[in-house]
T-cell receptor
Framework: NAGVMQNPRHLVRRRGQEARLRCSPVKGHSHVYWYRQLPEEGLKFMVYLQKENIIDESGMPKERFSAEFPKEGPSILRIQQVVRGDSAAYFC????????????FGPGTRLTVL | QKEVEQNSGPLSVPEGAIASLNCTYSDRGSQSFFWYRQYSGKSPELIMSIYSNGDKEDGRFTAQLNKASQYVSLLIRDSQPSDSATYLCAVNNLSGNQGGKLIFGQGTELSVKP
């Protein structure tokens, strides 16, 4: 069974560019969560999505960040006009359903903004 | 007050000893509790979940939950150097739209000395 897959594993962007992070959940999982881990800080929730729906985006910065989980294909976390403070590890997790909320994490995308 | 609190450590124990990791949480409505292990530069790995008061054992790991005291702990018996990692406590309140997200503590760094 394939686990959560994320790509790219490492992404380097210059300030002002766009970053697109992709996440494919565990097969059969329809709930996807994005978390961010800043250097020397804990994991912080960003957004929770089900297929075609954003359920909770309370942890998402109001500007420049967006997320989607289309009917077909991976979930995408998009960061527009990146700044150095966006440099972090971005983790995606998935679960089979909301009630049984064991979340399994992907390997993460390490974003570096130059 | 932080929502989920852990001692940052480092907690140092000799090989073969019992390591005891503690976590307190502020939201009395919390219903699901998890321990993740994170090696440096890697993603969080789920090692225990617990949903009701009492103890839950899985191999060398025992999770303990006391909802009245808002306290959850993880015991690692016969600690091995390979257990050296950061242990993250995570809490979930399944009610409402915010029921999907995990709230993480800052993590406790465990070092097992040979």
């Amino acid at each position: 069974n394939a686990g959560v897959m994320q790509n790219p594993r490492h992404l380097v962007r210059r300030r002002g560019q766009e970053a697109r992070l992709r996440c494919s959940p565990v097969k059969g999982h329809s709930h996807v969560y994005w978390y961010r881990q800043l250097p020397e800080e804990g994991l912080k929730f960003m957004v929770y999505l089900q297929k075609e729906n954003i359920i909770d985006e309370s942890g998402m910065p109001k500007e420049r960040f967006s997320a989607e989980f289309p009917k077909e294909g991976p979930s995408i976390l998009r960061i527009q006009q990146v700044v150095r403070g966006d440099s972090a590890a971005y983790f995606c997790a998935s679960s089979p359903r909301r009630g049984l909320n064991e979340q399994f994490f992907g390997p993460g995308t390490r974003l570096t903004v130059l | 007050q932080k929502e989920v609190e852990q001692n940052s450590g480092p907690l140092s124990v000799p090989e073969g000893a019992i390591a005891s990791l503690n976590c307190t949480y502020s939201d009395r409505g919390s219903q699901s509790f998890f321990w993740y292990r994170q090696y440096s530069g890697k993603s969080p790995e789920l090692i225990m979940s617990i949903y009701s008061n009492g103890d839950k054992e899985d191999g060398r790991f025992t999770a303990q939950l006391n909802k009245a005291s808002q306290y959850v702990s993880l015991l690692i018996r016969d600690s091995q150097p390979s257990d050296s990692a950061t242990y993250l406590c995570a809490v979930n309140n399944l009610s409402g739209n915010q029921g999907g997200k995990l709230i993480f503590g800052q993590g406790t760094e465990l070092s097992v000395k040979p």
